[in-house]
């Protein structure tokens, strides 16, 4: 079944509300550059508003491996989402810490599968996302006719400028490692604040079989 990441989170009620319409991941973004920055999130018991069956990711951008780290003991994430130009010994550093690690590729002309292939045996999923120079955000999607020429056994997320009206072309693919799908901007009221009902409706409507 496709997991559901709902990524971008900054405000401690949001996440209250949130939980409520049942993702599999809840991502908090620690990229100062990003509008969703969930550097606040560090004063907050995070592990004691997400229960025990929703993962948490955090999610950055060519950070000191050490203050990933960091935040991750801090809030007890379980996932790591790399979303910057961190090369495959980054990647295996953090898996040896015992985390899971997202690789995300910025998807834009000239992108070539081949450029995945270091990071293989170095992380557990990959993530595609509208290729931008603000690394992702973008709210904008990318042509996903490319995925048919997908041939690497590693499960993968599908990113950027997702919204409700893409659940039949989402429940369309057939891709034997489609693993799961990020949301964001298109299910907000505001930046960073989701609005409940939109992102209950497209979880209920994906999951439903």
């Known amino acids: ?49 997400v229960p025990q069956h929703i993962v948490k990711a955090g999610v950055f951008v060519n950070e000191d491996l050490s203050r990933i780290m960091s935040i991750a003991k801090q809030i007890s994430l379980q996932l790591i989402q790399l979303h910057g130009d961190e090369p495959p010994e980054e990647c295996r550093t953090l898996k040896q810490e015992g985390l899971k690690i997202i690789k995300a590729f910025g998807i834009g002309a000239g992108f070539q599968m081949d450029e995945m292939k270091p990071y293989l045996q170095v992380c557990d999923y990959f993530l595609f996302d509208t290729r931008s120079e603000r690394f992702g955000g973008s709210g904008r999607k990318f042509d996903w006719d490319i ?4 041939r690497f056994q590693k499960p993968f997320f599908l990113s950027g400028g997702i919204s409700a009206e893409d659940i039949p072309a989402l429940k369309n693919i057939v891709c034997p490692f489609f693993y799961g799908v990020d949301i964001n901007s298109k299910f907000e009221r505001e930046t960073g604040i989701k609005d409940i009902s939109k992102v209950a409706h497209f979880i209920r409507q994906i999951k439903e079989e």
């Open 1 to 49: 079944m496709i997991q559901i990441k709902v990524c971008g989170m900054r405000d401690p009620d949001n996440v209250r509300q949130i939980i409520q319409a049942g993702p599999d991941i809840i991502g908090f973004i620690f990229y100062p550059g990003s509008e969703r920055y969930a550097g606040n999130m560090l004063r907050e018991d995070i592990h004691k508003l």
């Open 147 to 150: 995925l048919g020429s997908y």
